[in-house]
């Protein structure tokens, strides 16, 4: 049964209606913002879902299905509706599982929500540091795995693009331009990867939706996002695209210098939520992470989710069960004092 | 049934907007990019110069009063294209104020630098002058070797903004060969290269520096060749390779099998139709297309 919460509070708008008004919109659009969602701490919980994930080899449909049912995420909800699924792709290098959501997960999650009736499923990437589309699909594998199965696919990098009303105030960009498959997008849903990162502290299902910005426009490695600020562009971003669902792969994760540069680390979990700062703050104690450390955790706590623990409801697994301290490097500065 | 690559230019051909220009997949909004790519395959391909001059002006529309050339005068920051304009109006004899405009524009303009003095969490010299994807950014390795052969195609090669965009390219140089987007070691660790950065890379140092520099660039270009059929690395990787006189003897049997895979992935945009069009037909690099003219 889905449970009251920032993000589940249920707007009287679609997302894409909820986008577009940044589009025609001014002062209008935020007064939305402001009204429909997050604008007071939530009181009420909302539920994330920890499911406990040996290797990649497991029925992971079966897995997903359970802990969207957990979450409340329906047929009622989802059937008929577009879905774009916005997967962590920034760099792949044949071989290296823990630096990108692992193709099987994505598969999987393309299966979910076929069988909850979705009329369309994309997956759809901005990678941040290559240009070749492609080369990025065969690198890590989704050739193989998606592109066969003739799963669309789109480069989000260089879509075309709508410019809409920034709806964060975290940093002074005025508006962000979107790909329209995005802007399209009934149901945009972050699987991400769970990983630690050398500017961010880590980088999970928020982070993730840097990758949905155009490379076209913002630059390799999203340079316009960068100098704006990371932790501010992140709020920035999830304010304003609504995404709706948040899946991070942890079954194989990656320690010490993310997001690349670091070492595999088996958290043997995927965590499922739709309140997108609670999945984050979820993952952050599995790694061993105060995620009241983490700046954009700490901005968004209250804004657009909750991060403490009494005002998350946790379903599947217990923390503390599943919880694996992810290795710090010391000499990252974003890394300082963040174990819990 | 048609060759691959004469499929690919009567695809282009067929993309041509009737008032001029190129968009993304011949539908949609016409793109500077697009249309500047355009340009530079169908000169390569050898296509008769009236068939791209209403192009040729089209890109004319993109440009701003101060010379950069952008995707829409909103859009004033976004200014990379710049250099491939200057490539595709140098495919002509005309157009010579707007293609000056912009040199001077590129030359008047750099990515955001300062003095390194955190080397331990960034290791290359971020004092050295290049161009950025985007204004008031950092710069890297693909616009700044974009602008690099830009400028050495209208005859700069050695002005100073080019020969600091040299030593920053090669200050970008991983230590074990190929170039990264643009980083080099960051936080202690040298990241990996990327194919299509070391290609452009390649290319924009042709002529500037010897051979034994980047002697290691050169063989993983090469190893990277023989294994890449996508689109954008493989063209750059061989023009880089060509630049340097080492194009792989396969290198229009990869374009091939590269255009091939249209069957996996649907029809390429015009930019990579366009690159791998122009690496058929440019076997000394991506300068030697426009050494032609």
């Not at chain 1, 969602?37 to 990649?56: G, L």
């Not at chain 2, 009737?18 to 395959?41: R, V, Y």
């Not at chain 2, 003897?249 to 099998?257: D, F």
């Amino acid at each position: 049964m889905e449970k009251t919460g920032p993000s589940q509070c249920k707007p009287t708008w679609s997302r894409r209606r909820f986008i577009r008004t940044g589009v025609i919109g001014g002062a209008g659009a935020y007064a939305a913002l402001a009204g429909l969602c997050c604008s007071k701490t939530p009181k009420a919980r909302t539920s994330t879902f920890i499911a406990s994930v040996k290797s990649y080899q497991e029925d992971l449909l079966q897995i997903l299905l359970r802990g969207l049912r957990e979450i409340g995420v329906s047929k009622e909800a989802v059937g008929g509706k577009r879905v774009l699924l916005k997967p962590n792709l920034v760099e792949p290098h044949l071989g290296s599982a823990h630096i990108n959501t692992h193709p099987l997960v994505v598969l999987a999650a393309v299966e979910a929500f076929n069988h909850f009736g979705a009329s369309s499923v994309v997956v759809g990437e901005g990678a941040g540091h290559y240009r070749d589309f492609f080369w990025v699909l065969e690198e890590s594998g989704y050739t193989d795995v998606l592109v066969r199965k003739g799963i669309p696919h789109i480069d989000l990098n260089t879509d075309s693009v709508t410019a809409v009303q920034n709806l964060g105030t975290a940093t002074k960009l005025r508006a962000l331009l979107l790909p329209d498959e995005i802007m399209k997008a009934d149901i945009l849903v972050s699987v991400a990867k769970m990983k630690l990162h050398h500017w961010a502290g880590v980088t999970l299902s928020m982070k993730n939706l840097f990758g949905v910005m155009p490379g076209k426009y913002y630059g390799w490695p999203k340079n316009t996002l960068h100098l704006a600020g990371i932790h501010e562009s992140i709020m920035d971003i999830n304010a304003t695209v609504k995404p709706y669902l948040a899946i991070v792969d942890g079954v194989v994760g990656m320690e010490g210098d993310g997001p690349i540069m670091g070492t595999a680390k088996e958290a043997n979990v995927l965590v499922i939520g739709r309140n997108f700062p609670a999945v984050d703050a979820t993952c952050a104690r599995i790694m061993g992470i105060d995620p009241r450390k983490i700046p954009y955790l700490k901005g968004a706590g209250g804004l657009l989710g909750p991060v403490t623990e009494e005002e998350i409801e946790q379903r599947g697994e217990l923390i503390k069960a599943v919880r694996t301290d992810f290795e710090l490097m010391e000499d990252i500065p974003a890394h300082r004092g963040l174990r819990l | 049934m048609l060759n691959p690559i004469k499929g690919a230019i009567e695809t282009l051909l067929n993309r041509e907007h009737d008032e001029g220009g190129f968009s993304a997949t011949g539908e949609g909004l016409i793109q500077p990019d697009a249309t500047s790519w355009a340009i530079l395959a169908l000169s390569a391909a050898g296509t008769e110069k009236n068939k791209t001059h209403k192009t040729l002006a089209k890109l004319v529309d993109f440009q701003q009063p101060d010379g950069r050339v952008v995707f829409a005068p909103r859009l004033s920051s976004v200014y990379w294209v710049t250099p491939l304009a200057v490539c595709a109006w140098m495919t002509s004899l005309e157009f010579k104020e707007p293609r000056q405009k912009a040199i001077d524009f590129l030359l008047a303009h750099s990515g955001f630098h300062w003095e390194n003095e955190t080397p331990e969490i960034v290791g290359h010299d971020t004092s050295l002058r290049g161009w950025p994807w985007v204004s008031g950014t950092h710069s890297w390795i693909e616009p700044t070797s974009l602008c690099v052969l830009a400028l050495q195609a209208a005859g700069l090669k050695e002005h100073k903004r080019v020969a600091e965009a040299v030593d920053m390219i090669l200050n970008r140089q991983l230590n074990s060969g190929g170039w990264n987007y643009g980083n080099t070691v960051v936080f202690g660790s040298q990241l990996w290269p990327i194919p299509e950065s070391t290609g452009m890379a390649l290319s924009a140092l042709e002529g500037c520096v010897l051979k034994q520099r980047i002697a290691q660039s050169l063989g993983y270009a090469a190893e990277e060749a023989s294994l890449i059929r996508t689109p954008l690395s493989l063209s750059w990787l061989i023009l880089g390779l060509g630049a340097w006189s080492i194009r792989p003897a396969l290198a229009r049997e990869w374009i091939q099998e590269s255009l091939d895979r249209q069957k996996q992935y649907g029809e390429y945009n015009t930019s990579l139709l366009s690159a791998l069009i122009l690496a058929y037909y440019a076997p000394r690099g991506f300068l030697s297309v426009l050494e032609q003219e």
